[in-house]
């Protein structure tokens, strides 16, 4: 196993993939479950066929890979459909997502894990939780930005996932994310210190 993994989380919008793309800049590992799920759904994926037994040809596209489109609207109908799709591909990712830690060179890994405090995922397996944040007005203008949704409909997905306050209330290491790159990027290196020397003393303390 990787010597030190930390759990990194954040609710949308908050730059999850912008502080992991910098951690690994830094020569930190990177474990993405929400990258993994995708390449489980792509087409021939090692969900593919158990999705296909339990939906329905209708949710897979012609090169084998999953229909999201589809998957939404079934899962929007069937509220039961959202529970039988993650109890396929929970399993299969997290066995990915263990194995790529345990695999990794790297002094330390960062396992993203975008509803860490909504599943409570994981919890055995990371050593510490770094949480990304930034006052919720400026999550709901990034993902409008990025992504053409209306605000109610930003403000219905961030209701949906866990509050500021309770992933806050997880977090060893609380990375704020509101004023650029420059302060962004300093607080990462300071946590890469910390990260590698944590690391080290974890190695020295099982030998």
Same mark, same amino acid.
């Given at each position: 196993?990787?010597?030190?993994?930390?759990?990194?989380?954040?609710?949308?919008?908050?730059?999850?993939?912008?502080?992991?793309?910098?951690?690994?800049?830094?020569?930190?590992?990177?474990?993405?479950?929400?990258?993994?799920?995708?390449?489980?759904?792509?087409?021939?994926?090692?969900?593919?066929?158990?999705?296909?037994?339990?939906?329905?040809?209708?949710?897979?596209?012609?090169? #084998? @890979?999953?229909?999201?489109?589809?998957? !939404?609207?079934? /899962?929007?109908?069937? &509220? +039961? *459909?959202?529970?039988?799709?993650?109890?396929?591909?929970?399993?299969?990712?997290?066995?990915?997502?263990?194995?790529?830690?345990?695999?990794?060179?790297?002094?330390?890994?960062?396992?993203?894990?975008?509803?860490?405090?909504?599943? #409570? @995922?994981?919890?055995?397996?990371?050593? !510490?939780?770094? /949480?990304?944040?930034? &006052? +919720? *007005?400026?999550?709901?203008?990034?993902?409008?930005?990025?992504?053409?949704?209306?605000?109610?409909?930003?403000?219905?997905?961030?209701?949906?996932?866990?509050?500021?306050?309770?992933?806050?209330?997880?977090?060893?290491?609380?990375?704020?994310?509101?004023?650029?790159?420059?302060?962004?990027?300093?607080?990462?290196?300071?946590?890469?210190?910390?990260?590698?020397?944590?690391?080290?003393?974890?190695?020295?303390?099982?030998?």
């Amino acid at each position: 196993m990787s010597a030190f993994v930390v759990g990194l989380t954040g609710g949308i919008g908050s730059g999850k993939s912008t502080v992991a793309d910098l951690f690994v800049a830094e020569g930190a590992g990177l474990v993405d479950t929400d990258a993994i799920a995708h390449e489980l759904t792509g087409p021939g994926g090692t969900a593919m066929a158990a999705i296909r037994e339990a939906f329905g040809s209708e949710v897979v596209t012609q090169d #084998g @890979a999953l229909e999201r489109a589809a998957m !939404r609207r079934l /899962v929007f109908a069937q &509220p +039961e *459909a959202k529970k039988r799709l993650e109890g396929i591909l929970h399993p299969l990712i997290r066995q990915l997502a263990t194995q790529r830690c345990r695999e990794s060179a790297a002094p330390y890994v960062i396992l993203a894990v975008p509803l860490l405090a909504e599943t #409570g @995922a994981y919890r055995d397996f990371y050593d !510490r939780v770094a /949480v990304v944040d930034c &006052p +919720e *007005a400026l999550q709901i203008e990034r993902v409008m930005a990025r992504s053409g949704l209306s605000e109610q409909e930003v403000q219905a997905i961030m209701a949906s996932q866990a509050s500021r306050v309770q992933r806050l209330a997880l977090a060893d290491d609380v990375i704020v994310n509101s004023a650029g790159l420059g302060e962004l990027l300093a607080q990462i290196k300071a946590l890469n210190v910390k990260y590698m020397q944590l690391s080290a003393e974890k190695v020295k303390a099982a030998c």
